[in-house]
Every structure is written in C-alpha cells, then in structure tokens.
C-alpha cells in the first residue's frame, strides 16, 4: 500500500483551523490573482479549455483533511449566496485552508462566474440515516461547444469531467438520460492527477477512522526525521486516491448504500439520485425542472 493510496479523509470533509486576515487585504489579494488568472484564460482556445484550467486551479488551491469543530462551524455558518470568493481566497492563501465538496465547488462556481460562465452546484447522495456521508456536490457549467452550448460536468473536488463516446464533453441532460436507460458504457470519465495538501495538525483526530495498518502508515507519513511531525503532506487528488482508497474505500461505500436503497447499480447511478435543490446560476430553478423531467 503506497502513500498514495493511504488517504482516510471521509469524502466531503476536512479539518484545520480558521483564523482571520486583515480587513481590506483579502480583496487585494483577489484582484492581483484574478488579474492573472485573466491573462491566462485569453490564452486558451476553448471554453472546456477554459473551464478545465480553473477546475485544476480550484483542486490545487484547495486543500484536504477533517474537520474540527471550529472550521464545521465556520462552514455551515455560509451559503452560497453569502460566500465571498476574495474573502475564502485569502483564507486559503494564508493557511492552506482545506474545504469539504460542497466548499470546494462554491470556490470553483465563483470563480467560473467571475469569468463570464454560467455555473451551478448539484449535488447526489443519501440524506435518510446513517447514509448521510454518502453525497457528493460536483460543478455543471455551461460552455459553448462548436457552436452550441452544453451543460457538462466538472468536478473540482475529484478533479474530473465526463465525456460521450465520441471522447467530447457530454451535455449532463444527455448523461443523466444514459444513466437511466443503464447505457453506462456511452460516458467515460476523464480523470488527471494533480497535488494538493492533505493537513493533520492532529494526527489523533483520524485515529477512530483508521485500522491499525493504515494509522501506521499515516504517521510515517507525517513524521519528520527528527521524530516531530509535520502538519501538512503533498498528496495526490484523483479519483482513485479519494475514492478507492484501502483506508477509506468510499466508492464501494456508495455502492453498498445504493444495493441498501434497492438500487442494484454502479456508483455512476447516484448522479441521478439528487440530494438537494441546484443554487448557483440565477436561472437555477428553471435547470432543476429539466433535470427533474429526466430523473423523476
């Protein structure tokens, strides 16, 4: 079992501790940093092109680890509708602040919307006990592709996308469409690898999730040469370490909660089970209809 494969985040959460930034420099910081995100996206010849780049910024920007009591609070005390793009920037810049799911792809709605894209966070799962773990936020984001628009799918948290059999990005009406006709062999998952950080300032908060072997493998990890530990290692963000991980086998998790709910299906199948209203795009209500005509 490699390092790459011992990640035992609970899909979704994270931990670190909240501290503040100086009134005024938050806003700063933003401004610098989208001015040069600007110059970059005008180089890029596509709107996936576009989107892609951003999905890979927000998934490097954003770090991984559990949750204390303090950061769960400061979560839930947001909406999508309150959350400030330049204000969680500076967060994440000064403390290598990590973010659950639903976090990460506010980050990554605000950023797409900051850059002229309409943008929208979905997300599928179990909210009856105890499956509540089991739901995951992704991205859809409206792009113009050869000259139409689609509705595709990019998954800042995963860092992933989704494409047809013709290898193009699939409009999301068209994959949840297969996904109910069980045609699961018509979508293919584009997935890439990228670093990011998984942070642990306490390394006994993961103890209770960890069986002896992979609690060893965490502190070996994390331990210095020294003897004293770090609070923070560069690890992969990809599908397979944080969805088929041996610590934390989430993927399989999932599908057990599908066979649980009658659902004899791979986990591609609970994109079509939504756990909550879209919010995002003004126009959000009017997708949501759309998309309750085809999962109904």
Not at 9 to 27: A, I, M
Not at 99 to 126: D, H, N, P, R
Not at 249 to 261: K, M
Request: with cysteine.
């Amino acid at each position: 079992m490699n390092l790459r494969l011992i990640l035992i985040v609970l899909l979704c959460l994270t931990q670190t501790s909240v501290t503040h930034v100086k009134p005024g420099e938050d806003k700063l910081q933003w401004e610098h940093e989208a001015a040069r995100l600007a110059s970059i996206l005008k180089t890029l010849p596509s709107d996936f092109d576009k989107t892609t780049f951003l999905r890979v910024y927000t998934g490097q920007l954003i770090s991984i680890g559990l949750l204390d009591d303090q950061t769960k609070q400061f979560y839930q005390s947001m909406d999508f509708d309150s959350f400030s793009l330049s204000a969680f920037y500076a967060r994440l810049k000064k403390d290598n602040l990590p973010a659950e799911c639903g976090i990460t792809t506010y980050v990554y709605i605000k950023l797409l919307q900051a850059f002229g894209f309409k943008a929208y966070q979905y997300s599928f799962g179990f909210k009856d006990k105890p499956y509540q773990r089991f739901i995951h936020s992704i991205t859809l984001v409206e792009i113009n592709f050869h000259g139409a628009k689609r509705l595709i799918i990019q998954d800042p948290y995963l860092n992933l996308t989704y494409r047809n059999k013709e290898r193009e990005p699939i409009d999301f009406f068209e994959f949840l469409s297969l996904i109910k006709q069980k045609r699961y062999g018509d979508i293919i998952m584009d997935s890439a690898s990228l670093a990011t950080f998984l942070v642990a300032p306490d390394l006994s908060l993961y103890d209770s999730h960890l069986n002896d072997s992979c609690k060893k493998l965490m502190h070996q990890a994390f331990r210095e040469d020294n003897g004293s530990f770090k609070t923070k290692i560069v690890i992969a963000r990809d599908y397979v370490t944080l969805m088929q991980s041996p610590c934390d086998p989430f993927e399989q998790g999932f599908v057990s909660a599908l066979h649980e709910h009658g659902y004899e299906e791979p986990f591609i199948y609970a994109y079509a089970l939504r756990a909550s209203d879209l919010v995002g795009n003004a126009d959000h209500p009017q997708v949501q209809r759309q998309i309750d005509s085809i999962i109904r």
